[in-house]
């Protein structure tokens, strides 16, 4: 897996003009429950984004509140579609992979005045 990680990243950033839309993203969600802080989660990406839709992979460390941090695998990918001149559609799909794996979705609307 490792070695897949660190080929891809190469050819991510050696590819120049091949690969339309490379990128590096980092990203912290951080989770509360009332005013309890329950823990974060930081992703550190490399992705690939064209008309509409994207895609990343890569590490991320999961450290919840007063336990241990642990670094998984996860990934991404969504895109928007156009409804109308002022409302489109998007969606997420994403994973983390783990000895059992985890999932989540994002779908939404999106209106624009």
Do not use: C
Not at 6 to 11: D, E, G, R, V
Not at 32 to 41: D, E, I, M, P
Not at 63 to 74: C, F, M, N, R, V
């Amino acid at each position: 897996m490792k070695a897949l990680i660190a080929s891809t990243t190469i050819t991510l950033l050696t590819a120049g003009r091949a690969i339309a839309g490379p990128y590096a993203v980092v990203e912290n969600n951080g989770g509360y429950v009332g005013s309890k802080f329950q823990g974060s989660v930081t992703d550190f990406h490399i992705g690939w984004e064209g008309s509409g839709y994207y895609a990343e992979f890569g590490p991320s460390l999961f450290a919840p509140d007063g336990g241990e941090s642990e670094i998984l695998l996860t990934a991404k990918a969504g895109g928007s579609v156009p409804i109308t001149d002022k409302l489109s559609g998007y969606g997420e799909l994403g994973v983390t992979l783990d000895d059992t794996n985890s999932y989540s979705t994002k779908l939404g609307v999106k209106y624009s005045f």
